[in-house]
């Protein structure tokens, strides 16, 4: 079965290396793709700068004359606008949720209420789509609150404030001034809660869930955890932070009352159901869901899954989700992610990277590309987050220094990285 890989990112790169591996596997196609992607299959320009009838009916047609049979979406975006709702149809499977599900990602405020109704444990907060209510709200609140643009904002519509004159300039930014854009026509209020984080990914297929392996990204751009949120500058797998009973109450108590909340509403959810936890001192609360692998979260859990990608991917479109059976690699991974220079904020493309070769070299080091694409028989960097550099090892911090040392072999003009990838969890108090 040939298949054809939405997306452009780590994630993408991931997710196709990985089914490539399949027996079943045929040909890989990736729109757009990256400088990476290339190696796994080919890279095709398919137009879903708009999702209408006109962009969609290329992509099946595309998929019609290649033999096309499973489409995985890997980003949010042509997820919350319909992109699977449009390309079902009997011959042609999508791995993604369809719009109506899609929503948890897409929409704060719906997800919020989800969670209410469901009983789903999550941070206190409340919906705005006046801004003077938002404001007098947050002038007459005394503890820390987190300001959220309801919408999809690259995962940076979120202010978190320490007090209330920081509460009032995140309302005024994100309602006033819409630096979110549109996602901010609605705001959530929430609590601000402490803990560490966790990113728990499940595969559903409508019915069955699999949780995937525990996983911490690292959302900070500075090491120490400091400065702004990015879309994530590194992630390891498994984290200690979760043992089977944890795993087993966050199952119990946010992934299938979640499902369960959006079956009650006809809602059928098929793809990877992520949740974005704090392990606050009450228990695991929710932050947020993702309807999609988290990226740099897929890439250690790839490195590590055992078994047949697209098997399971055809089970979780199929409903078929109990019949199959995946494991993991006992060992540890751990992603660094290679970034542009000053990212999040402004950055410049084009830089030339020497050494790709070279690091994938190293044993159990694996590259898997993000902002890059090739230019006159070079790569070159083309976006913030550049590279991802999975390593494993028996341990946390052999993986972790494993990945250092293969990202210093790689070299583009203005290349940062967080060397402190896992340190929340290495220096924790025993
Ligand atoms: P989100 O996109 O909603 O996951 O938020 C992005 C980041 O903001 C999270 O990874 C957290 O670090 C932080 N955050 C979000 N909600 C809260 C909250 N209620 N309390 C504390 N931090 C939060
Ligand atoms: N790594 C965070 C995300 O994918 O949203």
Redesign the pocket.
């Known amino acids: 079965m040939n298949v054809l890989i939405i997306g452009s990112g780590g994630r993408e790169h991931a997710l196709g290396w990985k089914l490539k591996q399949s027996k079943q596997c045929g040909k890989v196609f990736f729109s757009p793709g990256n400088a990476g992607t290339a190696s796994v299959g080919q890279n095709v320009k398919l137009d879903l700068s708009e999702i209408n009838t006109k962009t969609t009916d290329a992509v099946v047609w595309f998929c019609k004359q290649n033999k096309v049979g499973l489409v995985v979406i890997g980003p949010e975006d042509p997820l919350s606008a319909g992109l699977a709702d449009r390309l079902t149809r009997p011959e042609l499977k999508v791995f993604g949720p369809k719009q109506a599900a899609a929503q948890l990602e897409a929409d704060k405020a719906w997800s919020k209420k989800v969670m209410r109704e469901a009983a789903v444990p999550t941070?206190e907060g409340r919906t705005f789509t006046d801004a003077e209510a938002a404001l007098r709200y947050v002038q007459a609140h005394e503890t820390p609150v987190?300001v959220?643009a309801a919408g999809l904002a690259k995962?940076k519509g979120?202010i978190?404030c320490d007090n209330a004159e920081q509460a009032e300039a995140a309302v005024k930014a994100v309602m006033i001034d819409r630096e979110f854009g549109e996602a901010g026509d609605v705001c959530v209020i929430?609590?601000?809660?402490?803990g560490q984080?966790v990113s728990i990914l499940a595969l559903v297929d409508g019915r069955n869930i699999f949780v995937l392996e525990p996983t911490q990204d690292h959302?900070q751009v500075g090491e120490g955890d400091t400065g702004p949120?990015t879309g994530g500058m590194g992630a390891y797998t498994p984290t200690p932070l979760i043992d089977d009973a944890m795993m087993m109450r966050i199952q119990r108590e946010v992934l299938v009352p979640t499902v369960d909340a959006l079956r009650r509403e006809e809602i059928e959810f098929k793809g990877v159901l992520y949740a974005?936890l704090?392990l606050t001192a009450g228990g695991p609360k929710v932050?947020?869901y993702n309807v999609r692998f988290g990226d740099p979260e897929c890439q250690p859990l790839m490195t590590r899954l055992k078994g047949d990608l697209l098997e399971v991917m055809l089970a979780v479109c199929d409903g078929k989700l109990d019949q199959v059976d995946l494991s993991w690699d006992k060992r540890v991974a751990c992603c660094v992610v290679m970034c542009s220079g000053g990212y999040p904020g402004k950055y410049t493309n084009g830089k030339v990277i020497t050494g790709l070769d070279e690091a994938a070299a190293l044993p159990d080091v694996y590259i898997f590309h993000a902002g890059t694409k090739s230019e006159n028989g070079e790569v070159v960097t083309n976006g913030g987050r550049v590279l991802n550099v999975v390593a494993l090892a028996d341990d946390l911090p052999t993986a972790r220094d494993k990945a250092n040392a293969a990202c210093e072999k790689i070299a583009f003009d203005g290349a940062f990285y967080r060397h402190d990838i896992g340190d929340r969890v290495l220096n924790m108090k025993k």
Do not use: W
């Not at 929430?190 to 402490?194: A, N, V």
């Open positions: 941070a987190v959220k995962g979120v978190v929430e609590e601000r809660l402490s984080e959302k949120n974005g704090m932050l947020e």
